[in-house]
Nanobody, 116 residues
Framework: QVQLVESGGGLVQPGGSLRLSCAAS????????MRWYRQAPGKERELVAG????????NYADSVKGRFTISRDNAKNTVYLQMNSLRPEDTAVYYC?????????WGQGTQVTVSS
């Protein structure tokens, strides 16, 4: 059974940091590219960051470049999103996504709220 379980979300003040984790099981994690998406109320889901299977390359949305860092630990079947200098506009539900060819798996999401 494929599972992606996100954790680490919460309420943080502007300028603060959070580290999201996504634990994977039920598939061969190390061969999948991993992505973090987010969806704010009333907005479409958007790609935040991605990392290839062997961590060879990463990519980021312009809005988070220099503030967010995606990484993965294939030994722990986990992908991370380190989020620094958080802004109110980063408030959203964050989802992790595993993709390989036509196969795509999603987590249930974790809420991140940036507010004073």
């Amino acid at each position: 059974q494929v599972q992606l379980v996100e954790s680490g979300g919460g309420l943080v003040q502007p300028g603060g940091s959070l580290r999201l984790s996504c634990a994977a099981s039920g598939f061969t994690f190390r061969v999948y590219g991993m992505r973090w998406y987010r969806q704010a109320p009333g907005k479409e889901r958007e790609l935040v960051a991605g990392i290839t299977s062997a961590s060879a390359s990463t990519n980021y949305a312009d809005s988070v470049k220099g503030r967010f860092t995606i990484s993965r630990d294939n030994a722990k079947n986990t992908v991370y999103l380190q989020m620094n200098s958080l802004r109110p506009e980063d408030t959203a539900v964050y989802y992790c996504n595993a993709v390989r060819g036509s196969n795509s798996h999603w987590g249930q999401g974790t809420q991140v709220t940036v507010s004073s």
